[in-house]
């Protein structure tokens, strides 16, 4: 059974950055695809960032070269960097773990079988 943990969330203005992590337990996540994902009061949930077991990176089109998803397979750790929040960035953010190394949707939350708990990420003057 694979576990993940997310860090990093906390209140930061507008401008500001974050980098979120996601620690995983369990087994070796060389070969799944990755995906962080987020999801504000009444909304559902949307697909942010993607990588999968090759590197390939898929970014949802509102946080493009404002959002980089990274990963560590040696630590078992992803990594979401977030430049020039917004507002409308304020969300719970949750990191995901596919059993697939590759998807054609990758910023589909069907594509993914764990997930963490999530962090808050709040945008605010």
């Known amino acids: 059974q694979l576990q993940l943990v997310e860090s990093g969330g906390g209140l930061v203005q507008p401008g500001g950055s974050l980098k979120l992590s996601c620690a995983a337990s369990?087994?070796?996540?060389?070969?799944?695809?990755i995906g962080w994902f987020r999801q504000a009061p009444g909304k559902p949930r949307e697909g942010v960032a993607s990588?999968?077991?090759?590197?390939?990176?898929n970014n949802e089109h509102s946080v493009n070269g404002r959002f980089t998803i990274s990963r560590d397979n040696a630590k078992r750790t992803a990594y979401l960097q977030m430049n020039s929040l917004k507002p409308e960035d304020t969300a719970t953010y949750y990191c995901?773990?596919?059993?697939?190394?590759?998807?054609?949707?990758?910023?589909?939350?069907?594509?993914?079988?764990?997930w963490g708990q999530g962090t808050q990420v709040t945008v605010s003057s």
């Open positions: 369990g087994f070796p996540i060389d070969d799944h695809l």
């Open positions: 995901a773990v596919s059993l697939k190394y590759y998807s054609d949707s990758p910023l589909s939350r069907w594509e993914y079988e764990y």
């Open positions: 990588i999968s077991g090759g590197g390939e990176v």
